[in-house]
């Protein structure tokens, strides 16, 4: 995945964690491209809150994929499938951009 395509996502993934957040009274600081932040770290830090603050089960988990997310950006892993290595569609990161599988590998989980 080329750098344009992980900021895009990154940017998305930023915004959605900011939203959750928000909702749940833990909102993050906001970040300009001259002073970005390591939002992983701040994301990290902040977890407790979140938990204490009663999110849904969903919602939490929701977190903790954008999270993950967040760090596979930043190691260069992301978009990738964890069952099979395969780069996940363009369209699925569209849609959930914290997905973990691909297409293929997340319909064989539902079987």
Do not use: F, W
């Amino acid at each position: 995945m080329d750098k344009k395509d992980l900021k895009h996502y990154e940017k998305i993934l930023q915004e959605e964690l900011q939203k959750l957040r928000k909702d749940s009274g833990a909102e993050l600081p906001s970040t300009d491209d001259d002073d970005v932040q390591d939002l992983v770290d701040m994301a990290s830090s902040s977890s407790i809150k979140v938990v204490e603050q009663g999110l849904s089960a969903g919602d939490n988990e929701r977190i903790r994929l954008i999270e993950l997310a967040l760090n596979k950006i930043k190691d260069g892993s992301y978009g990738k499938c964890i069952e099979c290595g395969k780069d996940i569609e363009k369209e699925r990161l569209e849609s959930v951009p914290y997905a973990t599988k691909c297409v293929s590998c997340k319909k064989k989980e539902g079987k």
